[in-house]
Nanobody, 120 residues
Framework: VRLVESGGGLVQPGGSLRLSCAAS????????MGWYHQAAPGKQRELVA????????TYADSVKGRFTISRDNAKNTVYLQMLSLNPEAPAVYYC??????????????WGRGTQVTVSS
């Protein structure tokens, strides 16, 4: 299973970005999907938002009201719409997915990350 993030980049303070993460491979189904961020190499990844297969969502308190997570099950893709970004926003965003493979094994999978830079 492979997860590929896209949509990161440079944005001005107060701006917005939409991240995408597409899963591919021997996928039977995907349970929860989520986004994490990491402020700097070596620092712990922190949860941003999750979405269940039934589209139930959870958010970190720091992003509630500004970020929205969604998914397209037909495309095995999860999105993160980010509004009102501030310069203190962590730098790298990682996608995570709990995948049931065609062999019915369950694995936690990570993407390689996409860089988000907020600067004027």
């Amino acid at each position: 299973v492979r997860l590929v993030e896209s949509g990161g980049g440079l944005v001005q303070p107060g701006g917005s970005l939409r991240l995408s993460c597409a899963a591919s491979g021997s996928i039977f189904s995907i349970n929860a999907m989520g986004w994490y961020h990491q402020a700097a190499p070596g620092k712990q990844r922190e949860l941003v938002a999750t979405i269940s297969s039934g589209r139930g969502t959870t958010y970190a308190d720091s992003v509630k009201g500004r970020f929205t997570i969604s998914r397209d099950n037909a495309k095995n893709t999860v999105y993160l719409q980010m509004l009102s970004l501030n310069p203190e926003a962590p730098a790298v965003y990682y996608c995570n997915a709990l995948v049931v493979s065609t062999a019915r094994s369950i694995t936690t999978n990570w993407g390689r990350g996409t860089q988000v830079t907020v600067s004027s």
